[in-house]
């Protein structure tokens, strides 16, 4: 597989591309891949490739506005205790965009990165595995 393959990637547009790097490394768990910094960065995290675009990069020219969406979009991590990430990333100093919204598959919460971009942490439900056996 050529390393291209092995992601997927996301482009955020950000206005600080250093204090978007440490945002998600520093908060999130992403490792930083490529720093060509005040211009581009692209972190890491398991097979999403986040390419964070400053004001001076080729990925931030502006979108023609017939195709320009509304902007909601947003990545989407799950972890495995939304609580407990909700409490250590709160002791980190960030802010929330939402209280924990609770549905049929599962529990979210929004978070913003410094440019505004939406970040989704999401808990599965437990899934039923029928009766234990034993």
Do not use: C, K, W
Request: charged residues 20%; glycine residues 12%.
């Amino acid at each position: 597989m050529e390393e291209a393959d092995q992601y997927a990637s996301v482009r955020y547009l950000v206005d600080d591309v250093q204090a978007a790097v440490d945002y998600y490394v520093t908060h999130f768990g992403f490792t930083l891949n490529t720093n060509a910094a005040p211009a581009f960065a692209d972190v890491v995290r398991g097979p999403l490739r986040l390419l964070l675009s400053g004001p001076a990069s080729s990925g931030a020219r502006a979108t023609p506005g017939d195709i320009a969406g509304p902007g909601y979009n947003r990545i989407h991590l799950t972890v495995g205790d939304l609580d407990a990430e909700v409490d250590r990333l709160r002791d980190g100093g960030v802010s929330f965009l939402s209280g924990v919204v609770s549905g049929p598959g599962g529990r979210q919460i929004l978070v913003a990165d410094p440019a505004g971009n939406l970040i989704e942490l999401f808990e599965p439900a437990a899934r039923d595995r029928g009766p234990a056996v034993g």
